[in-house]
């Protein structure tokens, strides 16, 4: 079949049902782009479209199935909640040496920009059959399908690591329970203010293949 991510040439044969399948499946892994607050525009996020982002979050592989991964979904006023928890948490946190006014600012900004965050956390299992590592790496298959749904309805969506999330103070302050949960990041959702949408660029896979036959 024909390897380019051009599958619209009129002069080729049409494409049997497995090669449609695949060739959706590259346009949707291979279009989705991260795309910041700032480059969000006023649209609100719909109720169905949270709902569809956040069903199929909930459809990642877990081992053991512990489904570790929870949503706290912040929109309109819960979202100056969060800025002002994570701007206090930030000025306590971080060294007077350290301390940027400029990141201080941009906290609360862009919370408000996008129309909806997600804190996205990890709720370790409490038998602790399954190692931490997994359950981290189930969260992320979860975001992963997030950024897949929102980048195929055409929104914007961005995860942000500020260190701040990883404190144990952003974990009781979402009223996570257990000591061992964690915040893994805030996945901010809303719609791209730009109508062309982000180009993106990865190295050669082939550099990062090592194949063992024999
Ligand atoms: C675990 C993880 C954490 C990330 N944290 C941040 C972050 O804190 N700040 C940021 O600008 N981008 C963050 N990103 C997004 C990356 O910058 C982005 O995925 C990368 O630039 C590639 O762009 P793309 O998503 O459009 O392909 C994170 C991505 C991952 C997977």
């Not at 592989?61 to 969060?82: A, I, K, N, Y």
């Not at 992320?140 to 055409?154: D, F, H, K, P, R």
Request: with cysteine; glycine share 4%.
């Amino acid at each position: 079949m024909n390897s380019s991510s051009d599958f619209s040439d009129p002069a080729l044969p049409p494409l049997d049902p497995l090669s449609l399948r695949l060739a959706a499946a590259n346009a949707l892994i291979r279009r989705r782009r991260t795309i910041k607050p700032h480059d969000m525009d006023e649209r609100p996020v719909a109720t169905q479209h949270l709902a569809a982002i956040l069903e199929n979050a909930n459809w990642a592989p877990s081992h053991g199935m512990t489904e570790p991964w929870r949503f706290f979904v912040f929109t309109e006023d819960g979202r100056q909640r969060l800025a002002d928890f994570c701007q206090h948490l930030y000025r306590q946190i971080t060294p007077e040496h350290e301390f940027k006014s400029s990141k201080y600012e941009k906290l609360p900004s862009q919370m408000l920009k996008a129309p909806v965050v997600i804190a996205v956390a990890m709720k370790r299992q409490a038998s602790e059959k399954i190692a931490e590592i997994e359950e981290i790496e189930a969260v992320a298959c979860a975001i992963q399908n997030m950024y897949l749904t929102a980048s195929a309805l055409g929104m914007a969506a961005f995860w942000s690591t500020p260190p701040l999330i990883y404190r144990d103070e952003m974990r009781q302050w979402l009223g996570l329970s257990d000591a061992r949960d964690k915040c893994l990041g805030l996945f901010y959702l809303g719609w791209p203010a730009s109508e062309e949408w982000p180009q993106g660029k990865r190295d050669d896979v082939t550099a990062k293949v090592v194949h063992i036959m024999k």
